[in-house]
């Protein structure tokens, strides 16, 4: 069946996703086990999953004929002002390069309108990677750092922004 991003239903998570956000973060290929369980973490403080729900968090996820086929998470970013970490993003892989990604990144930046001033993107410098930096450059992120390194040897840190001029300051 062929997906496309016109489909998808862009809607909030519940605890009952779980099993499918910790599927798809799993088969993605590209995540360490301990960077999985980072992940689950984030989605389960979200969603006050066996904890009281952190309010700094929010998700979104991409769902197609009853079945989630990505998710992201994002927040303000502590200690700024109208500065958000997009924490994660994860598309099944049989959804990849299908506009999921993308309907979920359009759907994070319609909700923090008027709010963001600066989006911050973390992600590796791995060759697995390389996918994941031109999706980021495709939507209007930019490079703003590289630490090399950083993950481990030959895995860099680069930090990718993008700015929002008609954004507010205050959050």
């Not at 927040?75 to 994860?90: A, E, H, Q, S």
């Not at 999921?100 to 309108?113: F, K, T």
Request: charged share 25%.
């Amino acid at each position: 069946m062929n997906r496309t991003a016109i489909a998808l239903l862009i809607r909030p998570l519940t605890a009952l996703d779980r099993p499918a956000v910790e599927g798809m973060t799993r088969a993605s290929g590209v995540f360490r086990s301990d960077e999985v369980k980072v992940a689950l973490e984030v989605f389960d403080a979200a969603l006050g999953v066996g904890r009281p729900r952190d309010l700094d968090y929010e998700t979104a996820g991409a769902e197609l004929d009853g079945e989630v086929l990505g998710w992201i998470c994002w927040g303000p970013t502590p200690c700024t002002m109208g500065t958000f970490d997009l924490y994660w993003i994860v598309v099944r892989p049989d959804s990849q390069g299908q506009g999921v990604g993308a309907a979920l990144v359009e759907e994070m930046e319609r909700r923090i309108a008027g709010r963001v001033r600066i989006v911050v993107v973390e992600t590796a410098g791995r060759g697995e990677y390389a996918a994941t930096r031109a999706f980021y450059d495709a939507r209007g992120y930019r490079v703003a750092a590289r630490i090399a390194d950083y993950y481990a040897p030959g895995d860099d840190l680069v930090t990718y922004v993008k700015r929002f001029e008609s954004a507010t300051a205050g959050t």
